[in-house]
Structure formats: structure tokens, C-alpha cells
């Protein structure tokens, strides 16, 4: 027997580029194209370059550091400089053999290194630059369990509370807790846990952590106010000048020179930089303090202990920022490093360094990738280049609307200022010189960059050598959007327009095109369903372009080709026109009338997503082989034709969809059909086949589109006009294909996609290539369903993401009405009439100011906030919001809400929607970061928000996602092998996908999180530990999905299953109450998640011997199934079941029959008499009853008061635990499934 998992998973495709390229959809296959194939042998050998090394500092014994080959010697640098021995050294050199290793070269390479190899640690010079990155490196020592920085959203830090309930208060590890779990069990859940709590508490969502209390090593380490040396004292090699106040309240002033470090004779009053007493000189700071205070040495040592029992997923900081939506109250501290940097960062310095970004980005994209180990270096510095890109434009983005950085046209209004800042440039998302006044005006202008993201990202998935795409990111923050870009060299010397040598950049009326445009964007043409097409230029002539019209061709200064403008990518979707067009009626498909369509949208910009095109030329190929397929019937045998029917879908070497390269063997054919007349009837059967299908091509199958089939300054020569026609209606028919077959109600009601939030709605949605605007759609849909009380769930999340998304809209243009320094009064008033009807009146600004003209005079409370109403934010009410939700949801998503509601209350009570819930939602939308407190929403007399509730504002950042190729062709493969059983195999294809991963993106990436989660349930499968593969997963999901992500409740859930197999069953228990608490905070009681909680629960507390407890969960569950999966379903008659087995353990076996009698009768009506499971259930309810029976001839002695009758004693039932693992493995769709030896011998 052996465990097998039919998972969505493994069937669902990883974080993967929207349009990524296969080996075949490469236009030739070039000697260089060849030796780019993956090689398995390659990956062995790279993972078998590991080995061991010997460290040896100075001044203390050496210790032995495993490595990889292919880790550079910098890296190297930075791993001593986070080990427990060396991590107080940062300025020194790494030798092997008296010589000093080049620091960008990889290990590997180094001549003389092998195993046991001793590498020497030699103490370097200080320089200024050394010496403040020392003195960094020291306070980030300090401050090592200090989570400000997470609460703070810097650095790359963010949260993580797996270890607060895997380990005990002394830090012990789960594995150490396992034999005393039982001695002092507690299994009682807090309140707001158990089922029918309606209490949403939101402070255990950062549970207080007693390992995070810093240890104070100094009460003060700041930069001394006699900074910079003297000119006599910089000849004496002093480079900056330090102040300490150590514990014991001694005054330290510390000179950093080029030696090291010293304490000199100076006083806050008094200059004297001669060494003091004791002369000491030590290389480290650390060093230095450790001697000259004892509270230092006794509290840092600690410190270290603390820091590294850290699991290294705590601790390394994240390529991408991550915020959380709420902070505790914590009291601002003085920080001389933090206001350092924050100086720099405004000045548009990184360590003291500039950066040209552009050079930096294109110059990874030209290193060579022909073997594996180009390709990781070249992925591995594209992505690391991009990372540091976005941590950069972030930074200024947040700094222009600060308004710290000057625009380069400040005569401008606000709305249309530029800036350039750290070599990138900074424009916003308004309608500049009214350019997208066509398309839509301000709104287009805001959408086109999101667009043009998306076509940037399908560009750098396809990787055309030579040809050259900018780094963008887009960045939201307080409530203006800001687009941040490379600079093209030489752009900013002349004119846009003197630049452009392809496409347009005024709408259509002067068009350009270039042949070394023409032949790059050919090559992308493929990959991205791009018709090359003709357009008539502003003389009336043809021309012929291989992309958007708006796309423009820029040559810059480096001799690079640069494509810019990429918001046509992507086809246009007919069902939303900014405008009224006189579409004959005939014309649109009778699918896309009976939903409505075509409707008006708020600009010209809607296009299709990448996923759709996809499946509908993969629908579209399906169509076209059986029409091959039967018109070759009328030619040949049946069965011949037959054979090209049943072509396999996926390619067994790739696990491909032929989707990607979908062109007809042609050559088999014609040497099938020879020549002479059944060629000609061969030929017409494809072209028939071509042309119903929509082909371009009249002799293979090749379905793409045209970008400016919608453009309004496109204009086609009148030999196109036909063509044109034809690719509208194409488009069309791609519209109604996502209208009849895209909507995925029927996974949400088979619960193939179970989503818990609007961001996971929204990826489900993504995943099938359907627009979150069509969200009134799919409600709309949802009403017509016949069993729509199973998809309640999916009902309340989309009319919460409807009200929400239309919110953060008109938050949008609310902010920018607010002056700076009425942010937080303007943000909880915002809040307090979104989330609650009560008389809200915004707050009265506690510390606001008094003129000195008016000081003399008292300013009453009731002046003060009118003061405040004559602010335009502050006159909004909470019907009035309401009021302007309801336009937006008609205008945007087409969704009309009941005329009779108000208010929100009524919606909110009408769907069973969370208010916590909406806070959370529109929290992480919208950047706000609140207090962490219980708010109290029903209070009609006191608003739920003040202004000191409102923390932060964070910046919501979209960029990029570079990752590995061959990682991500590997998972595919294992996708294949997965379906086809073959689970060893999909291990170590996993496996070494993770070490691609890893190399490239880091252990903190999402791809990487994916290929631990995989490893685990796979381990678990094949009978391996698992526990350690699941716990890096919920690790790395915490800290860069959130805490509170849906995928992070996920992660939880299964680590649950893989403690209690291990025996922890404690501390699957409380991971489990954890997974619950998300689980309500996010989605509340009513969701199919909480089903499977419950029952899972209601298990692990039966195998605890807690009864009561484990009924309620276990009812509760019942009730959730019966509701989400039917009453005939077989979930529902497992749920029976476990009821059943309980009551049988409390030795209530009236009600046990019960239970077990209805799932009988569910298996026998389902599967039949014959099944497994009727057959179970059937013998379980003989026991019963023959219990039942002998208890109640007890019950009846009893009662007789027969004298000298024998009672035997009643036989309660105790669980077994490994029965409760086996019935925990089916309720998370484990199943058992028996192999035969040979398929035995192919598995292992």
C-alpha cells in the first residue's frame, strides 16, 4: 500500500510569465538554441558541488562552513558576517593559500579549493564607507529581534509566527516538546476559536512573543556631533567619531579610524581626540564595548544565543518588500543609522553610490546563456538587479509624493510634474497634454500603466536577444499612481518625437516603422499571438508594423533597441467600448448578448488577459484536428483518421500543451496522401479547417491577433479592410469563448478553486483568464445557478470585492484633496463612513496647531471641526460614500445594487459580510496600516477610527516577476509525472527545481514556497519526513505572501496533518487553532475551509479523548458540508462518520447509530452495495448496534433489580491514533491506493 494525493496542486501551473517560451515556439533551433536544453546531469552535478570548508578567523579557533560551488566569494563575505563566531567582522578579506580571493568570482572556481580546504580571514583597512557600514551592521546586531523594522516595512523584513507555536517559551523545538506534551495537556481553544463565536478579535493576529523582547546592550550608539573629522585628525587616519551610553551610564566617545576602533578623550563640550584610558585598539566595535562594559558583553552574548536559535527563514531579508496591514503601538526610538539613511535615500544615494539602472538591467540581459551555469548566472543577476530596481523606485516613488524630490518642470500643476531621481525617471498616472483624451482621459492614463506593465512582463518572458524592454515598476501611494522607468540613454538630449523611428506616439497621425523593429518584434510575434499587419501612415502610405500601433521603436545612445508603450500587447476586448460604436447587431455573438454585452467601459484600454488567449487557441486546436479529422474520414480509413484525432495533448518529454506550438505535421501528411489529386483534396480539407477555425494562414494552423483591430488613430489601407473584419470577428468570438466557457463557477462548485479573499478571487479568476470586471457578470450568474447556496461563499467575496475595489477608486481622488497634514484625520474618516453608518464626524485634529494670532483666544472643540468641514474630504458622510459606491459598481462592473439599500449596514447584514473583514480588504488595497486594537463597529455614538489609528500609508507595488526558466520547465515536467503516478520522480524533479529556485530568486520567493509545499506533501506521500519541507513553506509563505494570506492558511492546514502524523499532536493542535482564527478573520464562519478545519479538528481532539470539544467541531462541520458539498455528497456521509465514532467513544450509542445509518445510506445511494466504503459502513453499524443492544440489557438489569445478576461491563471504544491519521488523510483527500509489486518496483 502506498499513499497517493489526487491534488489541484499538482495540477494547477506554478507562478510561471504569462506567455513564456518553449523550445519549439523558437523560431529556429541555432546551434546556441540547442546547447540552451536542459540537462538533468547538468543539475546533479550542481547540486554535488557542495563541500566543506574550513573558516579560520582571526584571533580564535577555527570552524568548519559548508558551501556551494557555485556561491561567490561576496556571498561568502556576507554569510561570516551573519555567523554566530564572525558576525561582529565586516571589513576583512577572505585568503586560501597567502592569496586574496576575488570577491565576484565563484567559489568553484577558485584555483585550490576543495574539501577541508582553510580559507583565512584577514582584518582589512577601514574607509569612511567601511566604517559607517560597520557601524550599521552593528546596530542591525542589536536590534536582531527588534521587529520594528517588519512593522515598518523596510529592510526586507516582514512577520513570522510559525515558531511561536512550534516551540515553547525556552525555545525548544517541537521535536524536544513531544514527551512532555502529554504530562500538562491543555486542548481548550480561546473563545473566539470555538464555532457560533461572533467575536472577531483582531490583536491575536500578532500574538505577543517573548523571544522578540530585545535584550538592551546600550542605552545609546549615535553618530557624534564632531563629525566630520578635522583636517589634522583625517591625517591621523580618524574617519567618523561615535557616542555611547553604555548600561551602566558611562558616556563613551569612540573614534573610528582606519586601525579600527578606540575610545578618545573628548566630552559633549570638549574636543580631545587623543586616545583615553584604557589605549585599547580593537578591529570590531563590538570588540571594543565587550571591554570597556561588562552589561555589553553579558547582554550581547545573550543576544547572539537568542539570534541565531532563529530559524534562517526569520531572519534573511526578502527581494521584495512586504507589509503588514496593522501594527502594535510601539514608541519611537532614536536611531542615528535610520535618520542617516533616510538623508541618503532622499538625496537619491545608496551608499553613497549612484546607480545606472538601465546599463545595469540590459547588461544582465546580454550575458550569455547557452549552459546551465550562464543561465543561473545570468536569471540570478537579472533578478537581483530587478529587485534592488524596485527597492529603488519605491523609495523615490514614496519621496515624490512626499514631495522631497524636485520635478523637472515645476511650472507645471502638480498633477503633470515629472522627476528624475537616482538615474530613474518618475511620471503619474494622469492624463499628461490630454494624450489618452481619446482613450478615456485620466482614467485610461491610470490603467495604461498597469497595461503597460503587463506587456513589459510578456516581453521579458520571451526573451528576444537584442531586443531591449525598460525596468518599470508601478507604485500606489496616497492615492496617486506613480510610474517609475529606467531612462532610455539619450532621451532626455532631444525631443520624444526626434527619438521615434517605430509606431506612434500621437494616436495614429504620424506613424513609423523601422526594419530592425520588424525583424526583432517578428520573432516575438509567435509567443505572443501578434498578426503582422499594415496601418497607413500620416502620408497615406502603408506600413507595416508587428505590434501595436502605440508601441514605439526608440534606438538609443548605447546602439540598444528599445521597445516602450506596451499597453496594446495583449487583443482588446470587444465586450467593454469606451464609447458607442455602430456595431451591426448580427455581428456580435449571441453569447455576449445574452450576458449583456457589448457595454460601455470608462476607457478604450480592456484587453484580454494572456491565460485566455491560450485556452481559447488551445479550444480553437481542439476544434480544428476534429475537423481535420473528419474531413480526412471522407479520404481514408476510419481509423487512420482516427489516429490524428487522438493526438496526445501534452508532450511526453515536456509535459507542453500543444496549445504553445500548434502547427500540423504537414510532411506526414503529404507523404500519406502523395500527389495528384488527394493532395488537392488533402489541402482543401486544411484550409477548410483553417479559415473555420480563424487561422491567419491558409496551410497550418496559426490563430493571432490584431492589437489595432480597436485603435482609434489606426487606420488600414483598403486591401486590409477584409482582413481587419475578419480579426474583429475573431476577437469577438474570443470574447463570447470567455463568456461561455471561462467562468469558473463550476470549479468553485466542484471546489477545484476554493478562494477565501478577493486577492485569491481574484487569482482564480486570472487563472482562467477572466478580468476581475467582470465581476458583476459572474454575480449576476451566480443568481441563476440552481444550486447557489453551495457558492455563498463566493457570492459574499464578490460582493465585497465589488464594494471594495469601488472604494479604493473614489479613495483614490479622495486623497488627493487632503492636505499632508490631515492625512490621519482624513484616512479614519474615510474608514469610519465606509465601515459604519453612525454620525461620523472627522476627527478634530489633537494636535493640531494655533496661529499666534489666534493663541490668545480660545478655539472651542465645536470651531475646531468646523475648521476641518470646510475641507472637502471632511464633508463626506457615510450615505454619500454608499451613494458613490453604487455609481461605481454600475459604471465599472455593471452591477446594480437593491435601490432600497441605503446604507452599508443593510448590505453587510443582507450578504453576512465581516466588517474586520473589509478592514482587512480595503487595508491592503489601498496601502492604510491601522492600529493593532479591537474596533468596535456598532457603536452609534462613537466613530470605530481616530486618527491615531491610522499608523502608516504603505506603497502597493506591482513590478516584474523574473524567476528561473529551467526550474519552472522542470516543474512542469512534474506536473506530467504526477498525473502519470510516477511520484519518486516527481520528487526529485521537484527537488531540483527548488535548487534552481534557490539559485536564482533566493530561499524567500514564491516559486520557492510552491517547491517546498510540493516536497512536503510528496514526502508525506512516499512515507519521508515532511515536517521539515512544510515548516519552510509556511515560513516562507508568512513572509512573503503575509501572515494572514489565504496560501498561508493553506500551509498551516497541512502542516497540521504532517505534526499529528509525527506525533506532535499538541502542536497540531494549536496550529490548527491558528489556521481557524485566520480563517474567520479573512472569510468568516460560513466558508468550505472551515468544513475542513472543523473535521480535522473534531479528529485531533478525538484522538485527544477531549469528546465535547471534539462534537462541537465535528456538528459544526456537518453543518458546513451539508451546506457546500450536498447532503448526498460523500463528504457529507464522511462527516456522519466521524460523528459517529465520537458519540460511539462517549458511549452514546443512540446517537452514533444515527449518524452512522445516514452515511449509509449516502454511501449505498452513491457508490452502491458493493463499494468499500457501504461495506465499512455496514459492519460498523452492526457493531454498534450489538453494543447498543448489550448496553441496554444492562440499562434493563438494572432497573429490574434482579439480585445476583452478572452486568457486564459496557466496552467504550477508544480512538486509535493511527485510525484518526487515516480519517485525517481522507478528510484532506489522502486516499490509499494499492500498488502492484511492479508498479512498487517503478516508484522506488
Not at 451566480?782 to 469601488?806: A, F, K, Y
Not at 497540531?1068 to 480563517?1079: D, M, N, V, W
Not at 452513491?1166 to 452492526?1182: D, I, R
Not at 487515516?1222 to 489522502?1230: H, K, P, R, S, Y
Request: net charge negative.
Amino acid at each position: 500500500m502506498t499513499l497517493f494525493l489526487v491534488d489541484r496542486l499538482f495540477l494547477g501551473a506554478p507562478h510561471v510569465q504569462t506567455t513564456a517560451p518553449t523550445e519549439d515556439d523558437l523560431p529556429e533551433q541555432s546551434d546556441d538554441d540547442k546547447r540552451k536544453k536542459l540537462s538533468i546531469q547538468d543539475i546533479v552535478d550542481l547540486q554535488e558541488t557542495s563541500f566543506t570548508v574550513r573558516i579560520q578567523p582571526p584571533g580564535t579557533e577555527g570552524f568548519e562552513l559548508q558551501v556551494s560551488g557555485q556561491m561567490l566569494v561576496v556571498e561568502l563575505h556576507q554569510v561570516l558576517m551573519d555567523h554566530e563566531i564572525t558576525c561582529h567582522r565586516t571589513c576583512f578579506s577572505l585568503q586560501l593559500g597567502g592569496v586574496t580571493l576575488d570577491s565576484l568570482k565563484e567559489l568553484h572556481s577558485v584555483p585550490g579549493i576543495r574539501d577541508g580546504a582553510v580559507i583565512k580571514m584577514v582584518e582589512e583597512s577601514y574607509s569612511v564607507r567601511d566604517a559607517r557600514l560597520h557601524h550599521r551592521h552593528v546596530r542591525d546586531l542589536l536590534r536582531s529581534l527588534d521587529p520594528t523594522d517588519a512593522y515598518n516595512g523596510v529592510n526586507g523584513s516582514s512577520l513570522s509566527y510559525l515558531t511561536f507555536y512550534t516551540r515553547g517559551n525556552n525555545g525548544n523545538s517541537v521535536g524536544k516538546r513531544r514527551a512532555s506534551e502529554w504530562e500538562s495537556l491543555d486542548c481548550s481553544p480561546p473563545e473566539y476559536v470555538l464555532p457560533g463565536s461572533k467575536e472577531r478579535p483582531l490583536c491575536p493576529l500578532q500574538p505577543v512573543r517573548e523571544d522578540w523582547k530585545p535584550l538592551q546592550c546600550l542605552r545609546v550608539l549615535t553618530l557624534s556631533s564632531w563629525n566630520p573629522p578635522p583636517g589634522n585628525r583625517k591625517m591621523h587616519g580618524d574617519l567618523i567619531y561615535l557616542n555611547v551610553l553604555t548600561m551602566e551610564d558611562r558616556e563613551l566617545n569612540i573614534t573610528s579610524s582606519t586601525r579600527g576602533f578606540f575610545l578618545n578623550q573628548s566630552t559633549a563640550f570638549n574636543f580631545n581626540p587623543k586616545p583615553a584610558v584604557p589605549k585599547t585598539l580593537c578591529h570590531s566595535l563590538v570588540e571594543l564595548l565587550s571591554q570597556v562594559s561588562p552589561a555589553f558583553r553579558k547582554n550581547f552574548t545573550a543576544l547572539q544565543k537568542k539570534r541565531v536559535q532563529q530559524h534562517p527563514y526569520e531572519r534573511i531579508a526578502a527581494p521584495f518588500q512586504v507589509f503588514t496591514w496593522t501594527a502594535p503601538h510601539r514608541d519611537h526610538t532614536l536611531d542615528c543609522v535610520r535618520a542617516e539613511e533616510t538623508h541618503a535615500s532622499y538625496m537619491g544615494q545608496d551608499e553613497h553610490t549612484s546607480r545606472d539602472w538601465n546599463e545595469e538591467l540590459q547588461g544582465c540581459r546580454e550575458l550569455p546563456g547557452c549552459s546551465l551555469q550562464e543561465r543561473l548566472h545570468r536569471e540570478r543577476s537579472i533578478f537581483k538587479t530587478n529587485s534592488d530596481f524596485v527597492a529603488a523606485a519605491t523609495r523615490g516613488a514614496t519621496a515624490v509624493i512626499d514631495g522631497n524630490i524636485m520635478p523637472i518642470n515645476p511650472g507645471e500643476s502638480p498633477h503633470l510634474q515629472m522627476f528624475m531621481w537616482n538615474n530613474l525617471f518618475f511620471s503619474q498616472g494622469f492624463d499628461v497634454s490630454e494624450h489618452y483624451r481619446p482613450l478615456g482621459g485620466n482614467t485610461a492614463a491610470h490603467a495604461a500603466a498597469i497595461c503597460d506593465l503587463r506587456g513589459a512582463q510578456a516581453y521579458a518572458s520571451v526573451d528576444i536577444e537584442g531586443l531591449h524592454t525598460i525596468g518599470t515598476a508601478v507604485v500606489d501611494y496616497r492615492g496617486v499612481r506613480v510610474i517609475a522607468q529606467t531612462i532610455v540613454p539619450g532621451i532626455l538630449e532631444k525631443n520624444q518625437e526626434e527619438s521615434i523611428v517605430y509606431g506612434s506616439n500621437d494616436n495614429g497621425k504620424t506613424v513609423f516603422t523601422h526594419p530592425r523593429f520588424l525583424e526583432l518584434l517578428d520573432k516575438t510575434s509567435k509567443q505572443l499571438r501578434i498578426q503582422r499587419h499594415q496601418v497607413l501612415d500620416h502620408n497615406n502610405r502603408p506600413v507595416e508594423l508587428c505590434s501595436g500601433i502605440e508601441t514605439i521603436g526608440i534606438l538609443g545612445n548605447d546602439g540598444r533597441p528599445y521597445i516602450l508603450d506596451l499597453r496594446r500587447t495583449f487583443p482588446p476586448d470587444l465586450n467593454f467600448q469606451f464609447s458607442e460604436t455602430e456595431e451591426r447587431r448580427e455581428e456580435v455573438p449571441k453569447e455576449c448578448q445574452s450576458f449583456g454585452y457589448p457595454c460601455l467601459h470608462c476607457h478604450s484600454l480592456a484587453s484580454l488577459r494572456p491565460e485566455l488567449i491560450e485556452a481559447f487557441i488551445q479550444h480553437r486546436y481542439e476544434l480544428f484536428m476534429k475537423m481535420v479529422s473528419h474531413e480526412l474520414s471522407q479520404l481514408t480509413e476510419q481509423d487512420e483518421a482516427t489516429e490524428w484525432s487522438e493526438k496526445p495533448v501534452c508532450d511526453s518529454d515536456t509535459g507542453e500543451r500543444p496549445a504553445a506550438n500548434v502547427m500540423f505535421d504537414f510532411k506526414l501528411l503529404r507523404e500519406k496522401f502523395g500527389e495528384g489529386q488527394k493532395k488537392l483534396e488533402y489541402l482543401n480539407a486544411i484550409l477548410k479547417a483553417c479559415r473555420a477555425v480563424g487561422s491567419v494562414s491558409d496551410s497550418c494552423f496559426d490563430i493571432r491577433f490584431n492589437p489595432d483591430v480597436c485603435s482609434p488613430g489606426a487606420r488600414f489601407p483598403a486591401e486590409c479592410l477584409e482582413e481587419v473584419q475578419r480579426q474583429r470577428c475573431l476577437l469577438w468570438e474570443a470574447a463570447a469563448f470567455l463568456l461561455s466557457h471561462q467562468i469558473p463557477l463550476m470549479d468553485c462548485l466542484d471546489h477545484t478553486a476554493v478562494p477565501m479573499d478577493g486577492a485569491s478571487l481574484t487569482s482564480a479568476l486570472h487563472q482562467r483568464g477572466v478580468n476581475v470586471r467582470y465581476l458583476g457578470t459572474i454575480l449576476r450568474e451566480l443568481g441563476r445557478v440552481e444550486e447557489r447556496r453551495r457558492l455563498d461563499h463566493i457570492q459574499r467575496i464578490c460582493v465585497s470585492e465589488i464594494i471594495l475595489r469601488s472604494a479604493k477608486h473614489i479613495f483614490r481622488t479622495y486623497l488627493q484633496d487632503v492636505e499632508p497634514a490631515a492625512f490621519s484625520a482624513a484616512v479614519s474618516h474615510f474608514l469610519n463612513c465606509l465601515l459604519t453608518s453612525s454620525s461620523c464626524f472627522p476627527d478634530s485634529c489633537s494636535d493640531e496647531l494655533l496661529s499666534r494670532r489666534r493663541s490668545r483666544r480660545r478655539r472651542s472643540h465645536g470651531s475646531r471641526v468646523a475648521l476641518l468641514s470646510d475641507s472637502v474630504w471632511a464633508r463626506l458622510t457615510s450615505g454619500e460614500l454608499w451613494g458613490r459606491i453604487r455609481a461605481e459598481a454600475r459604471d465599472y462592473y455593471h452591477y446594480t445594487f437593491d435601490r432600497c439599500v441605503r446604507v452599508i449596514d443593510e448590505v453587510i447584514e443582507k450578504h453576512n459580510l465581516q466588517r474586520i473583514s473589509l478592514l482587512r480588504e480595503i487595508a491592503i488595497k489601498t496601502g492604510i496600516q491601522v492600529q493593532l486594537r479591537e474596533y468596535v463597529f456598532e457603536s452609534r455614538h462613537r466613530p470605530a477610527f481616530a486618527e491615531e489609528d491610522i499608523v502608516n500609508m504603505f506603497p502597493v507595488v506591482r513590478h516584474l516577476k523574473p524567476t528561473s526558466s529551467d526550474a519552472t520547465r522542470l516543474v512542469q515536467q512534474a506536473q506530467l509525472a504526477v498525473q502519470q503516478g510516477l511520484l519518486k520522480e516527481c520528487y526529485d524533479l521537484i527537488s531540483q527545481a527548488l535548487t534552481l529556485f534557490s539559485s536564482v530568486c533566493g530561499v524567500l520567493h514564491e516559486d520557492v514556497c510552491m517547491c517546498l509545499r510540493l516536497l512536503g506533501r510528496l514526502s508525506y506521500i512516499l512515507g519521508e519526513n515532511a515536517l521539515s519541507h512544510q515548516e519552510k513553506a509556511v515560513m516562507s509563505s508568512e513572509r512573503v505572501h503575509g501572515i494572514d494570506h489565504p496560501q498561508t492558511i493553506q500551509d498551516y492546514t497541512f502542516l497540521t496533518l504532517y505534526c499529528f502524523a509525527g506525533g506532535r499532536h499538541l502542536t497540531s493542535l494549536q496550529l490548527l487553532y491558528r489556521a481557524r482564527y485566520l480563517t474567520l478573520l479573512v472569510s468568516g464562519d460560513d466558508h468550505p475551509h472551515v468544513a475542513l478545519l472543523d473535521s480535522m479538528l473534531g479528529l485531533v481532539l478525538h484522538g485527544l479523548m477531549e469528546y465535547e470539544l471534539s462534537l462541537k467541531f465535528l456538528q459544526n462541520a456537518l453543518t458546513l458540508t451539508s451546506k457546500y458539498h450536498g447532503v448526498t455528497s460523500l463528504k457529507h456521509a464522511h462527516s456522519h462518520h466521524l460523528l459517529a465514532t465520537v458519540y460511539e467513544s462517549k458511549g452514546e450509542f443512540r446517537s452514533a447509530l444515527h449518524h452512522e445509518k445516514e452515511a449509509y445510506s449516502i454511501y449505498k445511494s452513491q457508490v452502491g452495495e458493493n463499494h468499500n466504503n457501504t461495506k465499512e459502513s455496514s459492519e460498523y453499524l452492526k457493531s454498534l448496534t450489538q453494543q447498543a443492544v448489550i448496553l441496554q440489557k444492562a440499562i434493563n438489569q438494572i432497573y429490574s433489580n434482579t439480585p445476583g445478576a452478572c452486568i457486564p461491563p459496557p466496552k467504550f471504544s477508544t480512538p486509535s491514533l493511527p485510525t484518526i491519521l487515516q480519517q485525517l488523510n481522507l478528510t484532506c483527500g489522502i486516499i490509499l491506493i494499492p500498488l502492484s509489486s511492479v508498479e512498487n518496483r517503478q516508484q522506488y
